[in-house]
Every structure is written in structure tokens, then in C-alpha cells.
């Protein structure tokens, strides 16, 4: 990641300076280029900064919060209903006071500006200023993103980041004052292949994107178009896929159990492995296994 700028802050100690950490209760999760944090608590508070070194998105999944937002010369009141989406460009102004219910749920996500950098391969995605606005798509990938990194923290890395990367992608495509054309793909067949053997060979590690884009000279977003476009998965799909058939053969053809053939494939545990092989085979593990 770049340097970022040091007279701005960041959004976690916005919220810590805010008294607002204890409302977390969800945690708080940092993914490459994005952290996530989930607000289950309501009440008064304030918030304000003079700009954030990164751009901010805040998600609610319940209405009821009663919000006065100033950014610059723009002051907006209301009642904040569930998927009016705040987005924050990064170092803009603003000042937050709240009064909401004792229970909310909110997901605020805080985007290193580097991801968007390298989408629109400019240093300026353009971001619009915009306090309140609904975007469905943006809404449920958020959705997926919160549940995925704070409800089963420490699995399926590939995933989240390649949640971040779409919600970067969904910022920069329907949210910027700028239309920018993402650059056109290159054929990279032994780049992929080689991303494909690494994944054979070792289906149990957590693999990160931008370990796997180092390993092949690409960046994380191009890895993900490539991939995509050579194999018609996302590399999280793909490497899912060889995980729950791996599962599947052992579940059939050895004694292990459950437990010990989800650590084998590169599950967190056997919920983990119950969750995606009824999504993809109908059954659970022990079903298939008496079959």
C-alpha cells in the first residue's frame, strides 16, 4: 500500500477519539486495502473529522437513526433508512451527530485509497460527495463482506478480497464524478496456469491475492480479470471448487472425519465445511458420506 497522508486520519481513530469503539460489538476486521467493522448499538454520539486518509462507506441494514450530516457548506437532517448508503471520499470534511435507537446495525467500511488507484489508474478516483443514496448491488456486496470477515473471521481471505475489489470496482464505475475505462486484457494463459498449478498443489492455505498476483508479476485486480476471463470463475470459486471435491472424495473413500477432512481442504472448521458443501452438493458431509 501507499504512504498516506499524515495530517488526515484514519476511520478507526475517528471512532476511538469519537468514544465510538465500544459500539463495535462485532469487532473490528482489517482485510488488504479495506476494514470492516459492524455497529449493533445505538445512542447518542458525534463523530467528525477534517478528512479521513481513506474513503468511507457507511451501510445500514435497520432504519430509525436520526442524522445530522455537514460535509463542507452541505448540512442534510433526517431519519437514516436501511440502505441509505454515506459515502465519504477520502480527506473530505465532515461532522456526524446521532441520535439513534438502542439497537442498529450498521456496517462501515473504510477503502484504502490505493484500490481504487489502481482501478481507474489515476490518483484521483473522483468520488462523488454523497451524504445519502441507495445502490443495491453496492448494498449486498457489503452485505457479503460483513458477513464473511465478521461472522467467520479467518476464512475464505480470497473471497473478501475479491469483495473488496467488486465494491472498489462499483464505487469507481457508478459513483465518480469520472467515467473511466477499465484497460483492455491481455491473453495471459501461462500467468494463470501457473496461479492454477500453485493452487493444486496446495489447496489447504489460506492464499491471498496479492500474494498470488506477486507470484505471477500482476496486480491483484488484473489477476482477477484474467482469471476470470480465461477460466469463467473467480479464483476464490475455482479454489472453493477444489476444496469441496477434495472433501467429497475423502468423505467417501476414507474414515476421517469431518473435522479432520475440512482442516485437510483448507476449511476453518466443519460448520465452515457443512456451510459451502450444502451449497454446492445439497447434502451435508455426513449425508454424503452414507450415500
Request: proline share 5%; net charge positive.
Amino acid at each position: 500500500m501507499s504512504r498516506l497522508p499524515t495530517d488526515n486520519e484514519s476511520y478507526l481513530e475517528m471512532a476511538r477519539r469519537a468514544d465510538h469503539l465500544p459500539r463495535l460489538r462485532s469487532g473490528v476486521v482489517a482485510l488488504p486495502g479495506c476494514i470492516v467493522s459492524r455497529l449493533t448499538v445505538g445512542g447518542e454520539f458525534e463523530m467528525a473529522t477534517d478528512g479521513l486518509n481513506s474513503h468511507f462507506l457507511c451501510v445500514p441494514f435497520r432504519s430509525g437513526a436520526r442524522i445530522v450530516a455537514r460535509q463542507k457548506l452541505v448540512r442534510q437532517e433526517g431519519v437514516l433508512r436501511a440502505g441509505q448508503i454515506t459515502l465519504l471520499p477520502m480527506g473530505t470534511p465532515v461532522r456526524w451527530t446521532v441520535e439513534a435507537p438502542p439497537e442498529v446495525d450498521t456496517v462501515n467500511i473504510s477503502l484504502d485509497p490505493s484500490v481504487l488507484r489502481e482501478m481507474s489508474g489515476t490518483n484521483d478516483a473522483g468520488l462523488m460527495e454523497k451524504p445519502w443514496f441507495y445502490d443495491s448491488p453496492l448494498q449486498s456486496l457489503v452485505a457479503l463482506l460483513a458477513e464473511e470477515s465478521l461472522l467467520h473471521p479467518g476464512t475464505d481471505t480470497l473471497f473478501g478480497e475479491g469483495l473488496v475489489i467488486a465494491i472498489a470496482s462499483r464505487l469507481v464505475q457508478c459513483h465518480s464524478r469520472t467515467t473511466f475505462q477499465q484497460p483492455a486484457l491481455r491473453r495471459g494463459r501461462s500467468e494463470v496456469r501457473r496461479v492454477r498449478d500453485l493452487l493444486h498443489a496446495d489447496i489447504a492455505t489460506d492464499h491471498h491475492l496479492e500474494q498470488l498476483a506477486a507470484h505471477v508479476g500482476l496486480s491483484a485486480f488484473h489477476l482477477g480479470r484474467l482469471f476470470k476471463a480465461e477460466t469463467g470463475q473467480t479464483i476464490h470459486a475455482y479454489l472453493l471448487g477444489l476444496r469441496l471435491n477434495r472433501a467429497k472424495y475423502l468423505l467417501r473413500q476414507t474414515a476421517k472425519s469431518v473435522t479432520e477432512i475440512a482442516n485437510e481442504c483448507g476449511f476453518y472448521d466443519q460448520s465452515h465445511l457443512t456451510r459451502y458443501f450444502r451449497r454446492a452438493f445439497g447434502s451435508s458431509p455426513l449425508q454424503a458420506r452414507n450415500e
